[in-house]
């Protein structure tokens, strides 16, 4: 759960739970939109050249703020020959 995301409890009434629903749908619905731009944004990068440049790029900041973008491209990365 993230943290943004509103707790559900037992002492909440429905309408408290029925937010809180509604906003883990909405948030999820965000998540995966903001996914697939994200991949329609890196689907410019089509040869290996492109992507060894963008993986340099990406070294030089921290795996944890650069994991979507790595997990999309290993999919995609061509097999070495």
Same mark, same amino acid.
């Given at each position: 759960?993230?943290?943004?995301?509103?707790?559900?409890?037992?002492?909440?009434?429905?309408?408290?739970?029925?937010?809180?629903?509604?906003?883990?749908?909405?948030?999820?619905?965000?998540?995966?939109?903001?996914? $697939?731009?994200?991949? @329609? #944004?890196? =689907?410019?990068?089509?040869?290996?050249?492109?992507?060894?440049? /963008?993986? +340099?790029?990406?070294? $030089?900041?921290?795996? @944890? #703020?650069? =994991?979507?973008?790595?997990?999309?491209?290993?999919?995609?990365? /061509?097999? +070495?020959?």
């Amino acid at each position: 759960m993230n943290s943004t995301e509103p707790r559900l409890s037992s002492h909440d009434g429905p309408t408290s739970v029925r937010a809180a629903i509604r906003h883990r749908i909405s948030a999820r619905r965000e998540a995966r939109a903001a996914r $697939r731009q994200l991949e @329609s #944004d890196l =689907a410019a990068f089509t040869t290996q050249a492109d992507l060894d440049e /963008l993986y +340099a790029v990406l070294d $030089r900041y921290p795996d @944890s #703020d650069t =994991a979507p973008i790595r997990q999309i491209l290993n999919r995609r990365r /061509l097999p +070495a020959a």
